[in-house]
């Protein structure tokens, strides 16, 4: 790994710390090194707040350093007013020679403007460096923009017989597959996104909360499927814990449409079956995240069928987490 690559992961371990916060804003991280010295690191505020680059300078001591350094920066900075002004000015307010970027902002308010603005103004633009990694940090930000609907997370547990529920249960409540350890990894999940969804027949069986219980994080926005006004507000998933969005829709893509919006960028699908199979079916998802525990049901609700690459497989405790990528 070169030195620019040295510099942009770091970028990468900052805008992580952004994760779940900074929507509908991208998660950046940006460093700034003079002399093979790192003197001013930053990530995007919460949404509303200060971006990576900002937060980066104003953590400079002597800002007279900065005339002669290098900013490296996740995302190409941006050079549109939107909450906060741009942050390609603010470069060039403070006269910083040389940036190195990760990849192309593709939302048509920047896309290639803010470099283009850089280089007019005598600054010297690196892009593309650890390019693929940045814009797979970035997939959610991209996806929304480019394919106009939410990055879309396909999650769910089955049996080690393939069901991911049994025929019948004493309880309207969830009946665990999993372990608690994978059952806290999911909330971690669920405050990582912007929306969780399910189906009507979900909130029917389980009544879940959809909430992040075992978590610390921000709650997602709940969405339920229910295009025939059906559910009473009895529900858990109607109480005042979280917002909550009633879809009206049956199609993958006009939930997607409905979505997107609502400024939406990213969700998380938790079932049930027919649900996860409708997007499945019309092969509109990004990842799919299925854990197989040791309970045996016998019989019941079948899983979900797909066939895509995997992307990862790992055990936690003695259940086995398989994360899928649609290509």
Not at 65 to 72: E, N, R, V
Not at 210 to 217: A, E, H, K, Q, Y
Request: proline share 4%; net charge positive.
């Amino acid at each position: 790994m070169n030195t620019h690559e040295t510099y942009i992961q770091r970028c990468l371990q900052l805008a992580k710390l952004g994760l779940g916060t900074t929507r509908p804003n991208p998660m950046v991280g940006a460093v700034i090194v003079h002399k093979h010295s790192i003197i001013g690191e930053g990530n995007t505020s919460a949404y509303g707040g200060h971006h990576a680059e900002v937060n980066a300078i104003n953590s400079v001591k002597d800002k007279s350093l900065l005339k002669d350094a290098t900013l490296y920066v996740t995302l190409e900075p941006c050079s549109h007013f939107g909450k906060t002004p741009p942050c390609s000015d603010l470069i060039l307010k403070h006269q910083i020679p040389n940036v190195v970027i990760g990849c192309i902002d593709d939302n048509p308010e920047v896309a290639g403007k803010g470099i283009q603005k850089l280089k007019a103004n005598g600054c010297h633009v690196i892009v593309g460096v650890l390019e693929k990694d940045c814009k797979a940090h970035h997939k959610r930000f991209f996806t929304y923009h480019n394919k106009k609907r939410p990055y879309i997370i396909l999650k769910w547990a089955e049996s080690t017989d393939g069901f991911i529920a049994p025929k019948t249960k004493p309880k309207k409540e969830p009946v665990w597959i999993t372990n608690t350890l994978s059952r806290q990894l999911v909330h971690k999940w669920r405050a990582e996104e912007q929306a969780i969804l399910v189906g009507r027949n979900t909130v029917i069986q389980d009544n879940p909360s959809l909430t992040v219980r075992d978590w610390t994080g921000n709650h997602p926005i709940r969405v339920v499927l229910d295009k025939d006004n059906q559910l009473s507000k009895d529900y858990k998933i109607f109480n005042s814990d979280a917002e909550t969005i009633v879809l009206k829709v049956n199609t993958a893509k006009s939930i997607c449409d409905a979505l997107y919006k609502h400024n939406i960028n990213s969700v998380i699908i938790e079932g049930g079956a027919q649900t996860l199979q409708l997007f499945i079916n019309e092969k509109i998802w990004d990842e799919a995240r299925i854990f197989t525990g040791l309970t045996e049901f016998k019989e019941g609700v079948k899983a979900p069928k797909l066939t895509s690459r995997l992307l990862s497989e790992e055990h936690i405790e003695n259940d086995t987490l398989r994360i899928y990528k649609n290509d």
